[in-house]
């Protein structure tokens, strides 16, 4: 399940009593995803496919995109980003990006096709996140934002500490549910285990 950064947003303000929120929400979001992509789970992101139109060897990247996953051409064969400096010397079915646009060696029109990691809105087009994760980010914008008052000298430094200590707990507590396994993987491994229990020679378990 998603949260909204609104609501984010909106606990960060009551928290620090932020009357007007609007005036920083540039900030506030672009530091949710900056907590998003330290806590490091991809699966606060959306497995998407697109097809892309070719056009002198290049092709604009959906506006949603958070990473690139594979890219493919007509041929099915995935492509691979080159690894050459001079983007000239590429050869082969190889791609490389420069800002919006992906670029190819071995396909001058046509279509390509992507997989990647898109960003998800909610229905008003806030950015959101994977549930369980609120705290965390909410926390780090809270950092990020006290952090400012103290560059102009306007808080104590143990505050900001207190803070970025905080931050740094929630954050390890989000990336380990993230990797805690399902209900249903624990079933699994649960079955496995039990069959890794040597047996006595009587037939019962050791």
Known sequence: M????????????????????????????????????????FS?????EATLAVSANKALLPTDLVKLVDVKGDNDVLMEPT???????????????????????NISSGTAY??????????????????????????????RHKSIEYYNGKIARYIVQDLEKRWYWLCA??????NLPSEAEMRNIAKYWNTLIPEREDGGAV
């Open 2 to 41: 998603q949260i909204s950064v609104k609501r984010i947003i909106g606990n960060v303000a009551r928290n620090l009593g932020l009357n007007n929120p609007s005036e920083h929400l540039e900030s506030f979001i672009e530091w949710a995803f900056e907590a998003e992509q330290k806590i490091g789970s």
């Open 44 to 48: 606060t992101f959306k497995d998407k």
């Open 83 to 105: 690894q050459k400096t001079f983007k000239g010397d590429a050869s082969g079915s190889k791609y490389w990006i420069v800002g919006s646009y992906i670029h190819f060696v």
């Open 114 to 143: 992507i997989s990647y990691k898109a960003l998800t809105t909610d229905a008003d087009g806030f950015p959101t996140i994977k549930q369980g994760h609120e705290d965390a980010v909410a926390q780090y914008i809270m950092w």
């Open 173 to 178: 507590q989000a990336r380990g549910n993230d």
